[in-house]
């Protein structure tokens, strides 16, 4: 796990239990370890899993990704670039227009 992916992660586990992680400098393996425990128990939620999620029945392609592009879903993802898996798998922000 690197930095960036530490970090990120450390703040999806403080706004799930609204709290700090207190071993952070006690004992940085610890905290990581914590972190990374979090993000096997709970992965994030991507544009795809939430799509079928509230439409089970959307037609995928071979690979498993909507067939449609995001945009077509989600109106704040009117700037596709044509690389649809990338925004199928970015994580979810509740935003549901």
């Not at 960036?4 to 610890?30: H, I, M, T, W």
């Not at 128990?41 to 999620?53: A, D, Q, V």
Request: hydrophobic share 25%.
């Amino acid at each position: 796990m690197d930095a960036v992916e530490y970090l990120k992660g450390k703040a999806r586990v403080q706004k799930e239990y609204s709290s700090s992680l207190s071993c952070d400098f006690e004992n940085p393996e610890l905290a990581v370890e914590i972190v990374e425990d979090f993000l096997k128990s709970h992965p994030k939620e991507t544009y795809k899993s939430y799509l079928l999620k509230v439409l089970p029945n959307v037609p995928l392609d071979a690979e498993g990704y909507p067939q449609a592009c995001c945009s077509n879903y989600y109106k704040h993802r009117e700037h596709c670039d044509g690389n649809c898996r990338y925004c199928w798998n970015e994580e979810y922000d509740g935003d549901n227009t």
